[in-house]
């Protein structure tokens, strides 16, 4: 790979800084930032998701829309340093794939846990002064929701609640990248109603699905630190079994969704269209190790769903 | 010269169903009741709708008469659901033939020949109008020109005749395209109304848009300007009648 002396090169040379780069994940914040435009996008298609619809053009929604960004990128990195830092005894043991939870930084760089520990409190610190500017900027209710995602991140990751060794860290996962955060895209730009929390219900199952998917080529590193998740409790058959249940769960409640005229009929369909990428992600489970299928699965569903709620939005 | 209000059929002989489209759009426009031409285009027999199937003309002045007309009356009837876009476009808004149908698929059922709203006039429509296939014209541009869904950027209201289609099609497209298009030829750049980007496809491409352009005279002979689109403004704004 050519990418691989250079970053063995940054990694040796400032260790520190590329700690602070690889442990906040940047893929990952990629696929944040996209799951917030996706909530955007939704805001922009009116009634019934929002009670009314945002005005793209204006200067304060794109001001809203940017300053809900930057709000939340702070938050997004200290979760994943606390998860880096909750994670480095698992990191030591596993093998790890492109998607286990930790990104494998300190285990790189000798660096101690304590300087990661200073990393979270720090950028902690940050995000609690970036949502006090959102305070300022941005409606109260999305302001609700960032802390709420602060909170339940942190506490998905370190002690005392360490909500991932307790059989619940999937759940939680899965409600703050496939609820809250669209969620809190949808409330920077405009007052969501009811519907705006259903029309992201089947992207909430899906990262459920990527969740058993990415956590079990990590199960055996996780149940020998004492990390409870469920691909550690369950039967592979249990594990391909609820993975079913979430994925047809998401079809049957993108179909009703459609059906009921509660998301458009691109939305509808690019949905349906992405959620067929589970049958992938589902013959391939605790069969390999590789989570890909599950990922692209999930990735696909954010990318088409976000486009499609913007085109219906922007569109006739 | 027939009031085509009342040229609704008078009971002995079948209604003739093009005629109660055109007097549907009359009584709407003159806010009077709409039950009779209603009654004879949801009770239409397809055989009484020979001339809009086989006969462009008819085709085009019927459906873009039978969608202004649905529209209006939905502003009406229930006016809240225009803040939801794709809900209003959605809902059944007319009946034809027994045909229950949507805005979307008179529009993009029929009058555009069943291609998606949202392929940029390059995808098919995946739903049926519920329709025969023989009902659906092949996309004419200028119908972007004459439907009337009530938002502020919408044409105004004409009423379609098939003998004149042709001549009022391009009267509201010149209509439309000189309030709408302004040509910068220093920077060689044409501000152009939304749905010339959301249909393109039925322009036949960028290029066929410019030779669109060029035809209603709103860019010189030979140029070939850069395009940019105006945002589409979704006030409501009901009863937009030419007059």
């Known amino acids: ?316 | 010269m027939s009031d085509p209000a009342s040229d609704v059929g008078d009971g002995t002989s079948a209604p003739d169903p093009v005629a109660a489209a055109r007097g549907l759009l009359e009584r709407v426009r003159r806010q009077e009741l709409p039950t009779d031409p209603l009654r004879t285009l949801a009770d239409a027999s397809h055989g009484s709708l020979e001339s809009v199937r086989e006969d462009r003309h008819h085709g085009l002045a019927f459906w873009l008469n039978v969608y202004n007309a649905a529209a209006q009356l939905l502003l009406e009837a229930r006016p809240e659901l225009f803040d939801s876009r794709w809900r209003f476009f959605r809902v059944p808004s007319i009946t034809v033939a027994g045909a229950e149908l949507s805005l979307d698929d008179i529009e993009h059922g029929v009058l555009r020949g069943r291609r998606s709203k949202y392929g940029l006039g390059y995808l098919p429509r995946l739903s049926t109008a519920g329709l025969p296939k023989a009902y659906r014209l092949e996309p004419d541009p200028r119908i972007h020109f004459a439907l009337n869904c009530g938002a502020a950027s919408c044409p105004a209201v004409l009423a379609y005749e098939p003998d004149t289609i042709d001549e009022t099609l391009d009267r509201a497209t010149k209509n439309y395209l000189d309030r709408t298009v302004t040509y910068d030829a220093e920077r060689n750049r044409v501000q152009l109304p939304r749905v010339c980007l959301w249909f393109v496809g039925d322009f036949g491409g960028r290029s066929g848009l410019r030779s669109f352009l060029r035809a209603f005279e709103q860019i010189p002979p030979g140029a070939s300007p850069s395009l940019r689109f105006r945002s589409y403004d979704w006030t409501r704004a009901s009863r937009k009648f030419a007059t």
């Open chain 1, 1 to 316: 790979m050519i990418g691989e002396p250079i970053r063995v090169r940054l990694r040796e040379r400032t260790p520190r800084l590329w700690t602070l780069w690889a442990a906040s994940r940047p893929s990952q914040l990629a696929l944040i930032l996209l799951v917030y435009a996706l909530g955007v996008g939704m805001a922009t298609a009116g009634p019934p998701v929002v009670v009314d619809g945002a005005d793209v053009g204006s200067t304060s929604f794109r001001l809203s829309a940017l300053a809900g960004a930057l709000a939340v990128l702070p938050v997004a990195v200290a979760i994943h340093y606390a998860n880096e830092y909750a994670d480095i005894e698992t990191d030591a043991l596993t093998e790890r794939t492109p998607f286990s939870s930790g990104s494998g930084a300190l285990e790189a760089t000798g660096l101690s846990a304590g300087f990661l520990r200073r990393a979270t409190v720090g950028v902690t610190v940050v995000s609690g002064c970036g949502v006090v500017l959102a305070a300022a900027t941005l409606p109260l209710d999305a302001v609700g929701v960032l802390v709420a995602i602060l909170l339940a991140g942190l506490g998905y990751s370190l002690p005392p609640v360490a909500l991932i060794r307790r059989g619940l860290g999937e759940f939680v996962n899965a409600v703050l990248g496939g609820l809250l955060l669209p969620l809190y895209g949808v409330t920077v730009v405009a007052t969501p109603t009811g519907i705006a929390g259903l029309a992201v219900v089947p992207f909430v199952l899906v990262v459920g699905c990527n969740l058993f998917a990415t956590h079990w080529p990590d199960r055996e590193a996780d149940a020998a630190v004492g990390k409870r998740t469920l691909v550690v409790r369950w039967s592979p058959r249990g594990i391909r079994r609820a993975y079913a249940v979430l994925g047809l769960g998401a079809v049957a409640v993108t179909t009703g969704l459609w059906a009921a005229a509660a998301v458009p009929t691109a939305v509808g369909v690019a949905t349906l269209a992405s959620l067929s990428i589970l049958v992938w992600g589902w013959t391939t489970l605790t069969r390999q190790r590789d989570p890909s299928p599950s990922v692209v699965a999930m990735v696909v569903l954010a990318v088409a769903s976000t486009v499609a709620w913007w085109w219906v939005g922007l569109g006739p």
